[in-house]
């Protein structure tokens, strides 16, 4: 059976250690995948403009918007799962119909990036984990679907790993996940690569 370790050097309080934990179960999956580039925009009334010329995106492209939080100028907010509905050289348009997620719009002029949603093929049961980890080159944005239904949206900051182990006192937020697809978009400019690793039991 195969086995998975998350090894770290932890500086805190004004000491040092490392950590190191492991666990074995029936069954593992990994991903790497490059996730194309966003492009740099400015929120609009009825969608996003001031893009570049040549952007790429049509009509009914499913998109996210992502944007820093002008209040603290770092939190990073995403409105996820937009329709495109119209396009023109420098500009897009879409409403909330179909209704979209996430964070409410910010007011418009501010500076946003819009990103094409990669699909990635995931099948496993939230509830049978073990071990997972995931980390991204780029900030980004992941969510957990099983046909209509999403769970767990995740929002990676540049280089910096989320992990659950089980075992470890804290719950286990993919309980009741049946993951069939990751929807993954990325919040910069360049591409960006997300990794995923999970190990988990069969029953």
Same mark, same amino acid.
Not at 60 to 74: A, F, R
Not at 87 to 103: H, Q, R, W
Not at 142 to 161: H, I, M, R, S
């Given at each position: 059976?195969?086995?998975?370790?998350?090894?770290?050097?932890?500086?805190?309080?004004?000491?040092?250690?490392?950590?190191?934990?492991?666990?074995?179960?029936?069954?593992?999956?990994?991903?790497?995948?490059?996730? =194309?580039?966003?492009?740099?925009?400015?929120?609009?009334?009825?969608?996003?403009? @001031?893009?570049?010329?040549?952007?790429?995106?049509?009509?009914?492209?499913?998109?996210?918007?992502?944007?820093?939080?002008?209040?603290?100028?770092?939190?990073?907010?995403?409105?996820?799962?937009?329709?495109?509905?119209?396009?023109?050289?420098?500009?897009? +348009?879409?409403?909330?119909? =179909?209704?979209?997620?996430?964070?409410?719009?910010? /007011?418009?002029?501010?500076?946003?990036?819009?990103?094409?949603?990669?699909?990635?093929?995931?099948?496993?049961?939230?509830?049978?984990?073990?071990?997972? /980890?995931?980390?991204?080159?780029?900030?980004?944005?992941?969510?957990?679907?099983?046909?209509?239904?999403?769970?767990?949206?995740?929002?990676?900051?540049?280089?910096?790993?989320?992990?659950?182990?089980?075992?470890?006192?804290?719950? @286990?937020?993919?309980?009741?996940? =049946?993951?069939?697809?990751?929807?993954?978009? @990325?919040?910069?400019?360049?591409?960006?690569?997300? +990794?995923?690793?999970?190990?988990?039991?069969?029953?």
């Amino acid at each position: 059976m195969p086995t998975a370790q998350i090894v770290s050097t932890i500086s805190v309080g004004g000491v040092e250690f490392a950590s190191n934990v492991s666990r074995t179960a029936e069954g593992q999956i990994s991903h790497v995948v490059v996730i =194309p580039a966003g492009a740099a925009g400015k929120r609009a009334a009825d969608g996003v403009d @001031n893009l570049v010329t040549g952007h790429g995106f049509v009509t009914s492209n499913v998109i996210d918007v992502h944007w820093t939080d002008p209040t603290d100028g770092v939190t990073h907010k995403v409105r996820r799962g937009l329709t495109v509905d119209g396009a023109t050289a420098n500009a897009i +348009t879409f409403d909330e119909t =179909p209704p979209a997620l996430g964070d409410t719009f910010p /007011a418009v002029g501010t500076d946003v990036v819009i990103s094409l949603i990669t699909g990635i093929g995931s099948v496993w049961d939230g509830d049978l984990l073990e071990m997972i /980890a995931m980390k991204a080159t780029g900030r980004l944005m992941a969510e957990f679907w099983d046909g209509g239904v999403q769970y767990v949206p995740q929002k990676l900051a540049t280089e910096q790993a989320l992990t659950w182990v089980a075992g470890q006192g804290v719950t @286990n937020p993919y309980t009741g996940s =049946p993951v069939a697809v990751i929807r993954v978009s @990325n919040g910069t400019i360049v591409a960006v690569t997300y +990794t995923l690793g999970l190990l988990y039991q069969s029953v």
